[in-house]
């Protein structure tokens, strides 16, 4: 079978599932294993790229594209016709983060390419869970799937198990910094089985836009700072520009010193299988003494 990923956590899932091998295309994000960063790109960003930009340019950028109607990933159609691929995997939850199945569905059209397409479409953890079941089904790995879910829920019930009797604290995952959005989907659903009172979202909801003054009037104990896209490096100097912020400057978090930073590109905001690893680091930021400390290539103060 030649599969085609145009998601990172779907690359990760195929990988975790044995079909490495199998991989015919990536896309320019996808880079866990590492072996992922040896496969053909089939899908880049429409986005300039010709230096770092700050989170408030970036967000001016994606907002001017989608107003126009203009993609915000470039699909090489040339090299998709070359793969000739049996099974696409995609998703269509969010326009900022992949091709959605409709546009790939145009190009495969235009190519005369046949290939099935599975859409990883989770709101929450076992919607992540249940992707992986089916993308297991469509690659003939069911039985491997099973097994990783069922490893993975193992896992989710140890962080349950550890966080029974422990109190709620009032925690603001922070998905980007300006303009401030709160972390929604799977975000919810791990704060509360972490322990924490999630602040200003709704479970399997989108992630949303708030203001200083709504997060000032949360009073959150506990934020954490999961830039949609961002490595460590570069949500830890993000975050730095938070102590700006004059409501910021009110908050429990603030006064405490209890602000982390994340790798959320790895952890946070891929439906991967590493979504269980971010639960983890989530527990140790709102409850440290209950959980080991993860390494310091995860999270920081």
């Not at 989170?55 to 907002?63: H, K, M, N």
């Not at 690659?139 to 993975?152: C, I, W």
């Not at 269980?276 to 930021?285: C, K, P, R, S």
Request: charged residues 25%.
């Amino acid at each position: 079978m030649k599969i085609v990923s145009l998601l990172p956590s779907a690359t990760e899932l195929v990988f975790a599932l044995g079909l490495g091998d199998q991989l015919e295309g990536v896309t320019f994000e996808c880079d866990y294993p590492a072996e992922a960063r040896t496969k053909p790109v089939v899908s880049d960003t429409a986005l300039p790229t010709d230096r770092p930009r700050t989170s408030r340019e970036t967000d001016d950028l994606v907002t001017a594209h989608m107003e126009r109607r203009e993609p915000l990933y470039v699909l090489d159609k040339e090299l998709i016709s070359k793969i000739q691929p049996d099974l696409i995997l995609t998703q269509d939850l969010c326009r900022v983060c992949a091709v959605p199945s409709g546009q790939i569905q145009e190009a495969l059209d235009e190519l005369g390419c046949r290939s099935d397409i599975v859409s990883m479409d989770p709101n929450g953890l076992d919607g992540i869970f249940d992707s992986f079941l089916d993308v297991g089904r469509a690659t003939g790995t069911e039985t491997r799937a099973k097994e990783l879910v069922e490893s993975l829920r193992v896992r989710v019930d140890e962080v349950k198990s550890r966080t029974a009797r422990l109190p709620e604290i009032r925690t603001f995952c922070m998905e980007w910094l300006d303009p401030p959005f709160a972390g929604g989907h799977w975000i919810p659903e791990m704060v509360r089985i972490a322990a924490g009172q999630n602040l200003l979202t709704e479970p399997k909801q989108p992630s949303r836009k708030v203001t200083w003054r709504q997060v000032a009037n949360a009073s959150p104990e506990v934020v954490v700072f999961m830039p949609c896209g961002y490595y460590l490096q570069e949500a830890e100097e993000e975050a730095g520009r938070i102590y700006a912020v004059p409501e910021f400057r009110e908050t429990t978090a603030h006064a405490e010193g209890t602000v982390y930073a994340t790798d959320a590109s790895s952890y946070f905001s891929r439906p991967g299988p590493r979504i269980v690893d971010g639960l983890e680091i989530l527990a140790w930021a709102i409850h440290p003494d209950a959980f080991p400390e993860p390494g310091p290539d995860a999270i920081v103060r």
